[in-house]
């Protein structure tokens, strides 16, 4: 099969007839991939978990690319031109936002915050406005539109999902892409490494911060979010 892009987690192929194969790898990076290593399982338990989520989404009619998950670590997708605005969701103050603005660490978001950031490493995934996202070209009104109702729904769907079994979905990150006929579905994955779950008792992380923080115990937690989202 032919290679569409190798990124720093997953390799895309072209699968034909308008279809792509997703394979999850075990790296982990961080920092624009300036940290990166390999953890033996981890490709698998994202895709895992990812499949359960877009598919649990899919449920509650947000369409998604996800066609079929082959075990252990591959997506059947809907082939799909990604949007490069990354969308992001806040529940709870922490990471960049802290280091921003004045908001306390730890604090509940009400309303919920919803941030746009240009899919760049080049420079950093800088915050978007609309306007900016207009003047570069990257996608029409129109579709920042969609992709922040598609992701205030997503938020209220996943809290949810997640508080049932006991973790606090403090924010995470969206892609989204347009299919040949033009409509804007959910794409990309819904893991660790694109979430900061905390769990809702301990607070303890459970996320890729655990590896950007060189907390430890990066699979095992991983491994957990796993169980909790498949029960
Ligand atoms: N996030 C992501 N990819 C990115 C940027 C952010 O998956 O390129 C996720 C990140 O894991 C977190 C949320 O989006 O769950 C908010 O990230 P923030 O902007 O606070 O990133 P930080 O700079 O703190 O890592």
């Given at each position: ?14 699968a ?14 961080a920092g ?8 033996e ?18 449920e ?84 920042l ?74 699979i095992?937690?991983?491994?957990e ?7």
């Amino acid at each position: 099969m032919k290679t569409i892009t190798t990124g720093k987690v997953k390799t895309v192929y072209d699968a034909g007839e308008g279809k792509a194969i997703i394979e999850f790898r075990d790296d982990i990076t961080a920092g624009d991939g300036a940290k990166k290593e390999a953890k033996e399982g981890k490709g698998s338990i994202n895709a895992e978990i990812s499949a359960r989520l877009l598919r649990f989404l899919e449920e509650k009619g947000v369409k998604t690319h996800l066609k079929e998950f082959v075990r252990p670590n591959k997506f059947l997708v809907t082939k799909v031109e990604i949007i490069p605005v990354e969308v992001i969701l806040r529940n709870i103050a922490t990471g960049s936002l802290v280091r921003r603005f004045p908001f306390e660490k730890g604090s509940e978001l009400n309303p919920p915050i919803v941030e746009f950031g240009y899919k760049n490493d080049d420079y950093h995934d800088p915050m978007l406005n609309n306007d900016i996202a207009l003047a570069l070209g990257l996608c029409t009104r129109d579709d920042l539109t969609v992709m922040r109702r598609l992701a205030l729904k997503v938020n209220d769907l996943l809290k949810e999902f997640f508080f049932e079994r006991g973790i606090l979905l403090v924010d995470f990150k969206l892609e989204f892409g347009k299919t040949s006929d033009g409509e804007i579905i959910l794409a990309d994955e819904i893991s660790p490494d694109t979430c900061r779950f905390w769990d809702s008792e301990t607070r303890e992380v459970m996320d890729k911060d655990r590896f950007r923080k060189d907390m430890g115990s990066v699979i095992e937690f991983y491994s957990e979010v796993r169980r909790r989202v498949l029960s």
